[in-house]
């Protein structure tokens, strides 16, 4: 029987402004120019950039729109194309001294950056972090420019949208000649109990001085309290010019384990010392905890039986692009975790550096992604998803020479997280003749290639095994404690290679039907969902296979791009909106998912014939009276009662119900809909539904009052239209008008159409089922923000922050 077995503790790569000692890491996202389109000689230092635009990263210029059919479906209508940013700065007396470095944690795509006019290299991918020393091109007392040009000409490059630009945080790193190098500390734990663990450090580090050293090695281990629970070190010579790596051990007694629903992090303290002063010192936070993949028995997590209640998520939001503050991932993470969401799946690359610690401070286990093609183009949607010809440009472009370095550095920023448990080579790099093919296609019986057929001109099936040997041998370079996979869609014709052998476990992206099969064929390969429908049947089989340990949504959120035919320019797969805000969908999925007592209703019309739960029943309760209608329960409740203006319309078996969905026809009456969960025969859980009347009024509320001046906090405000009693308008499409007073500035508004196109750099924006949201952030002065939110006919709203 196989078995995975895995133990690691994790460590965080710190992405917040920090001073440590004889290390400096900032922000480097202010001061900027920017523009759209090719520069001749742009690179220069003497260029003259004062007339360009001026802003702060992030930035993402393609979500600037506007939206046209001229461009690609696939990555949402938007524009791309090639862009130029510059920034002109002074070396800080205390940093002249110290060996500097620029750290861009994406910029997508194609990009190659210049520092006085010296180019200090290319990057392809868009994903990819990647650092350049700057020291030796400095003017240490005077202007020093940095020039980076951006190449996203080819806009159908994706099936997704990307965004264009420097999209994601830079930062300034200052170290001393000796310090730890780039991702330079592996942490692992080689045994861990409730009793004991033991755990190892391998610490990277370089000398670029001009004489030899003697240094001090030394680790900490803190917990929650700042107590240090281990500690080890070591002494090394290090010549001059030179590298070598450290090893670090402790032991920990009593260790809190890190898990989803107790994510215990300790920090790790590294720090080197030459001649007795501090030279380098990072602080990470780290977990210990266990995990083992079976293929009979599932998921374990600290010896625990589990379930793996995943997610699959593409990194923009909406109105803000790809270049998305760490409070939208944290305010969307919060609206998982109440679902009942433990994983996440980082479809198809890696994300924002944030992110990942997020996960390890909330709790989700993670499947990292490198990429979503290899050596040869999949097919890219113009007109539509699936609709006239497709484009081949892409990311393959680059495959060849870069794929083994963009797969070192995805594992070498990430591996030491506790949220990790897996890493991905690839998705659906198998699809059906989308390129690869096999002559099995001519009798398969995969869903997503019938008709289709074996294709004797695209590649052969038989280069996934190939490839794949080379991907999983580079990234166990890097990494061993975690088993390297991939999201297969083809599996009828990769099971005729040697692709799912050179996995460790094999993902089958909507397979459900060959799970039962593929076990009893394969009962040595580990099979878990690596992307998955979100209907009732898809969780089943996850549910009564304890040899199925996961399912992984696909998504939890609409995203922008792989959008159907104009005027759609977004795609609605999410079980929450691109405002984040719940669908129907959210709680059916938390009613399989919650341990919570949970329960909600919607209506619909009766359907002509049985629809898959009632047509997605809406939150609503307006409708002709004395027409009949169906409302609909979703709830982890044993049973339910549904009351009308007071009057019970019965109680209901959950266990009675069909496709886990509790049912009445009703004959409307306004009024309040009210239903009621029991267990045991008590009262848990509660949701009602009131007649709305006219819009009357506008009402935000605010996730927070007070933000930061230094760390340019976000408030994200719900705007909803109601009526005169202040019951939400489900019906309500009202423009809003958006107004910010003081030291914030509005970031974007996001109502989740998938059909608007509306500027999204506009101050005013029409409600869909009569909500808003608002992304106001502050900047770097104290002082009182008013927001003001007005339309036409309806009672304004005025909010009030602090900034300080």
């Not at 032991?251 to 002063?277: H, I």
Request: with cysteine; proline share 5%; aromatic share 12%.
């Amino acid at each position: 029987m196989k078995k995975f077995y895995i133990c690691i503790v994790a460590a965080l790569w710190a992405c917040t402004a920090f001073a440590q000692n004889g290390r400096v890491k900032q922000l480097f996202n202010e001061g900027w120019y920017f523009h759209k389109g090719e520069v001749p000689q742009g690179e220069k230092a003497a260029f003259d950039h004062s007339s360009w635009r001026a802003l702060e990263l992030p930035h993402d210029w393609s979500v600037e729109g506007p939206f046209s059919n001229q461009w690609a479906s696939g990555t949402g209508y938007l524009p791309a194309g090639i862009g130029w940013y510059r920034k002109t700065f002074d070396i800080a007396p205390e940093l002249q001294a110290k060996h500097l470095f620029l750290y861009f944690d994406g910029v997508y795509k194609n990009s190659e950056v210049w520092i006085n006019g010296h180019s200090l290299g290319k990057r392809p991918n868009g994903h990819i972090p990647f650092q350049y020393e700057i020291t030796p091109y400095l003017n240490k007392g005077g202007k020093n420019t940095i020039a980076v040009r951006v190449d996203h000409s080819k806009v159908a490059d994706s099936r997704w949208y990307n965004g264009s630009g420097i999209y994601r945080n830079v930062y300034l790193i200052a170290k001393e000649p000796v310090h730890i190098s780039q991702w330079g500390v592996a942490f692992a734990t080689p045994e861990v109990s409730a009793a004991q663990a033991k755990a190892t450090a391998a610490v990277k580090l370089e000398n670029k001085s001009a004489a030899a050293a003697q240094v001090l090695v030394k680790g900490q281990l803190l917990n929650q309290q700042g107590q240090a629970v281990a500690e080890a070190q070591k002494t090394v010579s290090l010549g001059a010019g030179k590298a070598t790596e450290a090893g670090l051990e402790f032991q920990v007694r009593d260790p809190q384990l890190w898990s989803p629903q107790n994510p215990n992090l300790y920090q790790l303290k590294v720090s080197l010392a030459v001649n007795n002063q501090t030279t380098d010192e990072l602080l990470q936070n780290v977990g210990f905890r266990t995990f083992r993949f079976d293929a009979s028995e599932g998921f374990f997590l600290n010896g625990q039986n589990m379930k793996i209640k995943g997610v699959c998520i593409h990194q923009d939001a909406g109105a803000l692009g790809s270049a998305v503050p760490q409070e939208v991932w944290e305010r969307r993470l919060q609206s998982l975790k109440a679902l009942g969401c433990n994983a996440i799946r980082m479809s198809h690359y890696p994300h924002q550096d944030y992110l990942y610690d997020l996960c390890d401070k909330m709790g989700f286990l993670v499947q990292d992604e490198a990429f979503d093609e290899w050596e040869v183009g999949k097919n890219k949607w113009i007109e539509g998803w699936n609709v006239g010809t497709p484009g081949k440009d892409g990311a393959f472009e680059h495959f060849t020479e870069w794929a083994a370095r963009d797969l070192r550095d995805m594992i070498l920023r990430n591996r030491n997280h506790p949220s990790i448990i897996m890493w991905s080579i690839g998705n659906e790099i198998d699809y059906p003749n989308d390129p690869y093919t096999h002559p099995v296609l001519d009798e398969g019986r995969n869903p997503q290639i019938y008709g289709k057929g074996y294709v004797p001109g695209n590649p052969p099936a038989s280069r996934l095994g190939e490839i794949a040997e080379m991907l999983v041998k580079e990234a166990k370079k890097w990494d061993t404690t975690r088993p390297v996979t991939a999201a297969l869609a083809g599996v009828a014709m990769s099971n005729h290679t040697s692709y799912p052998d050179a996995l460790d476990i094999v993902g089958y992206n909507y397979q459900e039907y060959r799970y039962e099969e593929d076990h009893r064929k394969y009962p040595n390969r580990i099979i878990y969902g690596s992307e998955n429908g979100d209907a009732l049947e898809a969780w089943l089989a996850v549910e009564n296979n304890p040899y199925i340990s996961s399912q992984f949504i696909w998504t939890a959120f609409d995203f922008l791009g792989e959008a159907r035919s104009w005027p759609s320019r977004s795609s609605g797969a999410g079980i929450l909106d691109m405002a984040g805000f719940p669908k129907p969908d959210y709680y059916f999925r938390q009613s399989l998912w919650a341990s919570e007592p949970m329960i909600y209703i919607g209506t619909s019309e009766i359907p002509k014939e049985e629809e898959r739960r009632g047509r997605n029943p809406a939150p609503h309760w307006n409708w002709p009276t004395g027409e009949q209608v169906r409302v609909s329960s979703y709830t982890n409740c044993e049973e339910a009662e549904l009351f009308l203006n007071g009057k019970s319309l019965g109680r209901k078996k959950l266990s009675d119900a069909t496709g886990r969905v509790i049912q009445w026809d009703v004959a409307y009456q306004p009024g309040t809909l009210l239903v009621k969960g029991y267990n045991a025969g008590k009262e848990v859980s509660t949701h009602a539904l009131k007649t709305a009347g006219e819009p009357y009024a506008i009402k935000v509320v605010a996730d927070k009052k007070q933000l930061n001046a230094a760390n340019k906090e976000l408030a994200q405000l719900e705007v909803m239209v109601v009526d005169k009693e202040g019951n939400p308008v489900y019906a309500a499409d009202n423009e809003i008008i958006v107004a910010v007073e003081g030291p914030a500035k509005l970031l974007g508004l996001e109502s989740g159409s998938l059909t608007s196109h509306e500027d999204y750099r506009s101050n005013k924006r029409k409600a869909q089922h009569g909500k808003l949201l608002a992304y106001v952030q502050s900047q770097h002065k104290p002082g009182k923000v008013n927001i003001s939110f007005q339309s036409s006919g309806l009672k304004p709203q005025e909010v009030s922050l602090t900034v300080d």
